[in-house]
T-cell receptor
Framework: GAVVSQHPSRVICKSGTSVKIECRSLDFQATTMFWYRQFPKKSLMLMAT?????????EQGVEKDKFLINHASLTLSTLTVTSAHPEDSSFYIC????????????????FGPGTRLTVT | TQLLEQSPQFLSIQEGENLTVYCNSS?????LQWYRQEPGEGPVLLVT?????EVKKLKRLTFQFGDARKDSSLHITAAQTGDTGLYLC??????????FGPGTRLSVLP
């Protein structure tokens, strides 16, 4: 399987500061990565689609100026939570899209291990 | 609006029992993936099914994609405590767009 890493795994920050989370595809190139947020005991909530070399596409209700996404290379996407507030505390997970090596064009998502953000 | 439903939402069984969880939609998917997620970790891809009617086996786990590619099932034989987790299905609708189900939370008791 493919490997996706996230850093940091846990971060605690003070209200009003900014936090950057990195997502890397370690053994494949990903032109597309996704950023999700997950609340306790809930499924994944897609925040945005990160496209290498272009602007991210944000889901409805997600503030693009608050959650800055940069996909500067084929193996790295970053999510910066700006001016963090306690309500931003959550589990943030990224995934990277890898094409399936079959005759039909198809993709698989591989997830990072997640980042637990706590804003005090 | 694409919608994926999963059932049951919660399942608690004894070790050694068999179980089946379901993923259903009114939409057709070009592929469907199953993931298992443990607390505090990211989802881990278990399988991808692409062809209608396809059956894939992964040790004690059997995955089936419906003939019409609108639904899928996951059957676990002789469940073990290590199977405990949140099982998520995700359907690819078009291009690079995926839809996730709400998940089935499985607890396997010793």
């Amino acid at each position: 399987g493919a490997v996706v890493s996230q850093h940091p795994s846990r971060v605690i920050c003070k209200s009003g500061t900014s936090v950057k989370i990195e997502c890397r595809s370690l053994d494949f190139q990903a032109t597309t990565m996704f950023w999700y947020r997950q609340f306790p005991k809930k499924s994944l909530m897609l925040m945005a689609t990160s496209n290498e070399g272009s602007k991210a596409t944000y889901e409805q209700g997600v503030e693009k100026d608050k959650f800055l996404i940069n996909h500067a290379s084929l193996t790295l996407s970053t999510l910066t939570v700006t001016s963090a507030h306690p309500e931003d505390s959550s589990f943030y997970i990224c995934s990277a899209l890898r094409p399936l090596t079959s005759g039909i064009i198809n993709y698989e998502q591989y997830f990072g291990p997640g980042t637990r953000l706590t804003v005090t | 609006t694409q919608l994926l439903e999963q059932s049951p939402q919660f399942l608690s069984i004894q070790e050694g029992e068999n179980l089946t969880v379901y993923c259903n939609s009114s939409s057709v998917f070009s592929s469907l993936q199953w993931y298992r997620q443990e607390p505090g970790e990211g989802p881990v891809l278990l399988v991808t099914v692409v062809t209608g009617g396809e059956v894939k086996k992964l040790k004690r786990l059997t995955f089936q994609f419906g003939d019409a590619r609108k639904d899928s099932s996951l059957h676990i034989t002789a469940a073990q405590t290590g199977d405990t987790g949140l099982y998520l299905c995700a359907g690819r609708v078009s291009g690079q767009n995926f839809v996730f189900g709400p998940g089935t939370r499985l607890s396997v008791l010793p």
